[in-house]
């Protein structure tokens, strides 16, 4: 992911973002299906996934914490 793409969905709301890891979500899941039945011509996918994934979930626990201080 380019650092400026990084920054606008860092910008984004924590609806967009709950959104959005949803979107991932169902991503990964498909992807990890498709690897157990023919393996995936690049793996990697499955990693980037798991750690974009990962941002999300940091990104939306930001945005909840900043809130209730």
Do not use: C, G, Y
């Amino acid at each position: 992911m380019k650092a400026t793409d990084k920054q606008a969905k860092k910008n984004l709301s924590a609806a967009e973002l709950k959104s959005e890891l949803r979107q991932v979500q169902e991503n990964r899941f498909k992807l990890k299906f498709k690897h157990k039945i023919s393996p995936l011509s690049s793996p990697i996918e499955l990693r980037m996934t798991r750690r974009h994934i990962a941002r999300l979930k940091t990104w939306i626990a930001q945005k909840d914490t900043a809130v209730v201080r």
